[in-house]
């Protein structure tokens, strides 16, 4: 099955890419989840307005990535989420939640490339993972407080 995906999907491509996947993970889990549409020959239009979108929101160069790295990494990010007794978390933060305390504490970044390897469902100090661009990933410190 030839699909355009429309965001990025780990280990098969970025938005605008046209990629051929079995049938079932594209008619099941690509397509209902908003990630990828089915490649047409009119699609060319919409590969152009997907590649237009990301090329926007994307950071610059590698150069201008490094300098946000310098910004994330010099810095300790404050989020507040709503806890009980014992630092318990009810649920767990989201990449949303990192994302509005980095925009909060001067940085912009989009919460598509925020990597957290294992939830964050307790008080105190965690690293997240950011990746700003193909070469270049920061290592941004959370202080996760109840809010």
Excluded at 21 to 41: E, Q, S
Excluded at 56 to 74: F, M, N, P
Excluded at 95 to 100: E, Q, R, W
Excluded at 123 to 131: D, E, M, P, R
Aim: net charge positive; proline share 3%; charged share 25%.
């Amino acid at each position: 099955m030839k699909l355009i995906l429309t965001q990025e999907v780990t280990g098969l491509g970025a938005p605008g890419d046209v990629v051929e996947v079995k049938d079932g993970y594209g008619r099941n889990y690509l397509v209902p989840r908003g990630l990828a549409i089915v490649w047409t020959r009119g699609g060319e239009k919409t590969i152009e307005s997907i590649k237009k979108a990301r090329d926007a929101r994307a950071v610059r160069d590698a150069d201008h990535a490094a300098e946000i790295k310098s910004k994330l990494e010099g810095s300790t990010f404050q989020v507040k989420v709503r806890a009980g007794e014992g630092g318990r978390l009810f649920g767990a933060v989201t990449t949303a939640d990192i994302a509005s305390a980095i925009v909060d504490g001067g940085a912009e970044v989009d919460k598509r490339t925020i990597v957290v390897a294992n939830p964050i469902k307790s008080l105190g100090a965690h690293t997240v993972k950011v990746k700003l661009h193909d070469d270049v990933e920061a290592q941004v410190s959370l202080n996760v407080v109840p809010g």
